[in-house]
């Protein structure tokens, strides 16, 4: 889906307005002489598609800044992972557990997804478990 459109063939600056303003302020605005386009409008329909005002009269390069979906994957799909990211992957991590973790009333619960958890992340079980004990 189209995030932004930032320039017109790298000299021109383009300005996003919305397409009902324009259909309400320049009702022609679709048949209006082409030049090189100084705003664009979205498409409610599509996330891929967007107009130009006015009209370009030739070929031009657009600088577009756009977000690309990633494909659907399995349970079993292994991704390539930068390490840059892990912090902030295990931050994510914890702070869902978490959640899950307020909503349960009952403590073995979440205890018994503490201990999973930290398995899962390769962390010492006896310190879990002193700490565990000084928490008691």
Request: aromatic share 8%; hydrophobic share 35%; glycine share 4%.
């Amino acid at each position: 889906s189209i995030i932004d459109i930032h320039a017109v063939d790298s000299k021109y600056a383009i300005m996003e307005r919305r397409k009902t303003e324009m259909d309400e302020g320049i009702p022609d605005w679709v048949s209006h002489d082409s030049g090189v386009p100084r705003q664009w409008m979205r498409d409610k329909k599509s996330t891929n598609r967007f107009y130009l005002y006015p009209a370009p009269k030739e070929e031009i390069t657009l600088a577009i800044q756009c977000l690309r979906l990633p494909m659907l994957e399995t349970v079993d799909t292994e991704f390539d992972f930068n390490m840059l990211y892990q912090p902030a992957l295990v931050d994510a991590v914890v702070f869902l557990a978490e959640s899950i973790d307020s909503e349960e009333s009952s403590s073995q619960k979440s205890s018994k997804f503490y201990g999973i958890m930290k398995k899962v992340l390769g962390e010492d079980s006896k310190e879990g478990d002193k700490i565990e004990e000084a928490q008691n």
